[in-house]
């Protein structure tokens, strides 16, 4: 089983407080989306160039889509048969915190990748694991990936983005910007004062900002994961809606799932998981996390409700 995260409830507002201050973005396109780095003051000339260097390498090690990756080159060793490989340090640490979070989760959160999404027919995929999730099939150990099944690799879209969300953080640090929001594909990691977003209303149809939340100055992340952007057939029409994530628990769980957490890579990770779960599980387990989390759902007449788990992180 396979779980994408795929960001649409994220509105940027990033205005300050008070709309006072000036702003520069810098941006440009990573991992099949686009990036942008928004700051309270010019940057070093060499800052953008440096940003979309360090994507590119990112998107050169975790992509699945590309056939030069470091992760396509592991899943096709992997397609015939069991295979081990050392990866690099960047994969051998979202592989780590993937198989952190399906043992976590009882297996809900999978990066293990059977034969769908391109690694085969999509009709094999049961056939691959049927009931088995990643820690089940994957070993890491030190640096060497192991894949414990043929036809069985990764896929690390539901972490990629956050873990680089993070490593564009940690290179703005390092070059002395301590003001910053950061975001790809809708995943954001932020630092100073007056940020804001807007959370979507998880409706199908033209986009409504259901409110703004201002995120803390000492640093907080923020990713969302919801279905009600995907259709089959007529756009926004609601027997067309289906869902990104693989779960046989449709009717049970909430409509988006936001989280705000230290890291980007564990927001998207958590966001993920709280979305294909149950809604009693997914807030027994938000609120074992000790992290803040918004959940959306659709209530009478298309009135939006709202659960907010409490947190030591708002």
Same mark, same amino acid.
């Given at each position: 089983?396979?779980?994408?995260?795929?960001?649409?409830?994220?509105?940027?507002?990033?205005?300050?407080?008070?709309?006072?201050?000036?702003?520069?973005?810098?941006?440009?396109?990573?991992?099949?989306?686009?990036?942008?780095?928004?700051?309270?003051?010019?940057?070093?000339?060499?800052?953008?160039?440096?940003?979309?260097?360090?994507?590119?390498?990112?998107?050169?090690?975790?992509?699945?889509?590309?056939?030069?990756?470091?992760?396509?080159?592991?899943?096709?060793?992997?397609?015939?048969?069991?295979?081990?490989?050392?990866?690099?340090?960047?994969?051998?640490?979202?592989?780590?915190?993937?198989?952190?979070?399906?043992?976590?989760?009882?297996?809900?959160?999978?990066?293990?990748?059977?034969?769908?999404?391109?690694?085969?027919?999509?009709?094999?995929?049961?056939?691959?694991? =049927?009931?088995?999730? %990643?820690?089940? &099939?994957? /070993?890491? #150990?030190?640096?060497?990936?192991?894949? +414990?099944?043929? $036809? *069985?690799?990764?896929?690390?879209?539901?972490?990629?983005?956050?873990?680089?969300?993070?490593?564009?953080?940690?290179?703005?640090?390092?070059?002395?910007?301590?003001?910053?929001?950061?975001?790809?594909?809708?995943?954001?990691?932020?630092?100073?004062?007056?940020?804001?977003?807007?959370?979507?209303?998880?409706?199908?149809?033209?986009?409504?900002?259901?409110?703004?939340?201002?995120?803390?100055?000492?640093?907080?992340?923020?990713?969302?994961?919801?279905?009600?952007?995907?259709?089959?057939?007529?756009?926004?029409?609601?027997?067309?809606?289906?869902?990104?994530?693989?779960?046989?628990?449709?009717?049970?769980?909430?409509?988006?799932?936001?989280?705000?957490?230290?890291?980007?890579?564990?927001?998207?990770?958590?966001?993920?998981?709280?979305?294909?779960? =149950?809604?009693?599980? %997914?807030?027994? &387990?938000? /609120?074992? #996390?000790?992290?803040?989390?918004?959940? +959306?759902?659709? $209530? *009478?007449?298309?009135?939006?409700?709202?659960?907010?788990?409490?947190?030591?992180?708002?």
């Amino acid at each position: 089983m396979k779980h994408l995260l795929f960001l649409v409830t994220m509105l940027i507002l990033v205005g300050c407080r008070e709309g006072r201050e000036s702003r520069v973005r810098i941006a440009g396109k990573t991992m099949g989306t686009t990036w942008s780095v928004v700051l309270r003051e010019s940057p070093a000339d060499h800052l953008e160039s440096q940003v979309q260097r360090r994507l590119d390498e990112l998107e050169a090690l975790l992509s699945h889509w590309r056939s030069d990756s470091e992760v396509s080159v592991f899943n096709g060793l992997a397609r015939a048969a069991p295979t081990s490989m050392k990866v690099s340090a960047e994969v051998a640490a979202v592989v780590g915190a993937g198989l952190r979070w399906s043992q976590r989760t009882d297996g809900a959160f999978n990066v293990a990748l059977g034969h769908a999404n391109g690694f085969g027919p999509a009709e094999d995929h049961a056939s691959a694991a =049927p009931g088995r999730s %990643a820690h089940e &099939l994957l /070993r890491l #150990e030190d640096r060497m990936l192991t894949s +414990l099944k043929a $036809g *069985v690799g990764l896929d690390l879209s539901a972490l990629g983005k956050g873990y680089a969300v993070d490593e564009i953080a940690r290179l703005l640090e390092q070059e002395g910007v301590h003001q910053y929001l950061v975001e790809i594909g809708g995943e954001i990691r932020s630092r100073g004062d007056g940020w804001r977003i807007g959370l979507e209303e998880p409706q199908p149809g033209p986009t409504r900002m259901y409110r703004a939340v201002e995120l803390r100055a000492e640093g907080v992340s923020v990713a969302t994961s919801g279905n009600y952007r995907l259709f089959e057939g007529a756009p926004f029409s609601p027997a067309a809606l289906r869902s990104h994530l693989v779960s046989n628990q449709a009717e049970k769980r909430f409509r988006s799932v936001t989280v705000f957490a230290p890291t980007a890579m564990e927001a998207d990770a958590l966001a993920t998981s709280l979305f294909v779960l =149950p809604r009693d599980q %997914a807030r027994s &387990l938000g /609120r074992s #996390e000790g992290v803040r989390v918004v959940f +959306l759902d659709n $209530g *009478v007449e298309g009135i939006v409700q709202e659960i907010v788990e409490p947190s030591v992180h708002p």
